[in-house]
């Protein structure tokens, strides 16, 4: 289950990152208002919500580009604002609409942040080949920056977490601006970051685009975390189940074979062959054996995964009601 | 509180790099063309002068920085006047232009602290005016030569090279001043434009200016009118505001090293008229201490200038 209704809940033992009661303050405004969440060593974690809801404002706090108001935040058990060269040396960092100096070449741009990163002369050159190739630019690693289309500069900026071979990558907004296309490639590439053990701290306002790579999420909303977990749990917990299932078969018996499939929450008739599960987790295959168990026939079997936005919307909406029946 | 790490790693990459930005902008190209041809102009018109007035001088050399003749300013001048504007030139958009290219984040996000930033930022620019003035410097000794065909004596090298030190001090004052409004302003033209105005408002305006106050500040008395003379309080108040300018600060300690008969800088009292001679030169010590409490202010402005900039940039939260 989700745990946003633990208020201090001591931070698991692999947790690279944690936040507790975390504020920032602009004059009388809270743009962050006492979050706190524990982020894990190699999951892809998603800061999500919409524009203005805080969540660039937590990663400066988390890198000390912005001084913290109230509470604390840890990266790789150091504190940012009195340790910053240890979170800097091993936590890679994407800021939304990331800037090259665009008069220099993509190798140049590199081999400047590598330089600062106190890397040899040898270990440059063998990295930010290494990783331009990973991020398919070795091609125009000799072209100034200035040619470069946004998606482009994306990857360019993953080269440079890769340069550094950093444990955390924070990316800000990774998928805004992005065409279609852009956006697999990108998303595909932060797939690959995490299989090689990094952990991922992505934030965005385009649930849809990036719930699939996420682990776990944090559901902002005006400077809070609403709340947080898989996907799939807050799936369950607000819309009262992650995975609908259709299921077109022909026989006997279906209906009551399928209720007893484990993480099933419900199975309605929808028409003489047709029904609809609703479930904890995607239940297709044990929905197959259980048709053929029965002795029916299989025509179709289909699934709506969770969608976060249809969860935020539900969650946002409910709360809005809830504010208006108060008032 | 002690923070961790050295607050220099990373200096000497960002000095680097803003170095060879400066050395290759075209903006820098523009400037020094600009410079290098009123520097012409200036020393054309002094090596004309000299050529005509044959005197024996054993400061041939020193003439050539502080010699003019109409209707072109000397070189020194000519430098008080257009080194702000080189400076200007390189700081006004050192620290907004990496807000505004979105770069600064990234470059924050690595290993260095923001000292590091500022002061190889601070660092470079310095540098690349001290080249631009050494080179200035150098064409002055060369033209020396080719023209006036006198080897220059020791002591006119050590007066010149203190003019190129000081000259460089000038240029941190305002490269100091433009680096805390590219950090204060967001937008580059803003910092461009009130760096500018200040430039015009302290060579122009502040010289009519400060008079016109010292004599509200302490009204000229009549019998000194009377005789013709300046009122000592109004003439020192006057000296107080405009050593205010940087301006007026370089150019004294310029008379006073470049032209050594220089006894006193600014009003001129009896107590040190008694028993010297008008015109026999100073030894360059003696040169050197007239020169130093000008010195010393430039070299405090610009410390002043850097630290405020590097107390307002610490605490900017950084966006982009
Ligand atoms: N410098 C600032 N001064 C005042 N308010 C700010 C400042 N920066 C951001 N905010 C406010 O803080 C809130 C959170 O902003 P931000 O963290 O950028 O949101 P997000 O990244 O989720 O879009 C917004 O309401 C924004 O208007
Ligand atoms: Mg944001």
Redesign the interface.
Known sequence: MSEQHNDNPAPPPDAVITAQGLTKRYGKANAVDAVSFAIRKGEVFGLLGPNGAGK?TTI?MM?G???ISSGQVGVLGFNPA?????V??R?????D??????NLTAVENLA??A????LSLQERTERIADALRRVRLAEVAHQRVATYSRGMRQRL?LA?IIVKRAEIAILGEPTSGLDPQATIEFLELIAELKRGGTTVLLSSHLLDQVQRICDRVALFKAGRIEMMGSVAELAVQVLGAGFVVEVEAEGSGIARKLSTIPGVTKVETLSADRYRMTAERDVRPDAASAVVSVNGALKRLSVDEPSLEAIYARTFQAKREGVRHAA | ?R???SAF??LG??FV?ELSDNISSVRMLVLELLVVLTALAALYGAIDNLRQNTAEDPFLLLRLFTLARDPLPSFVAMLGFLVPLMAIGLGFDAINSEHN???L?????????RDALLMGKFLAGLATLGVSLTALWLMVIGLGLIFLGVPPGGEEIARSLVFLVVAIFYAGVWLSLAMLLSIVFRSPATAALVALGIWLFLTVLWPMLAPAIAQVIAPPDPRYAALGLETPDTGLWAQFLLRISPNDLFAEAMQAILSPQTRTLGAVFLEQLRGAIMGAPLPFGESLMIAWPQTVSLIAGTIVLFVVGYVIFQ?Q????
């Open positions: 660039t400066l890198l580009l912005t001084e009195r340790a910053p060269l240890q800097k040396r936590v890679g960092y994407l800021p609409s990331v800037g090259f100096y665009d400047y942040t330089k600062l990163m106190g900026g440079e | 509180m923070r961790e790490g790693q990373g990459t960002v790099k290219r979105r770069t984040s990234r470059i924050l996000a690595q290993p260095i602290y605490r939260e950084v966006r982009a």
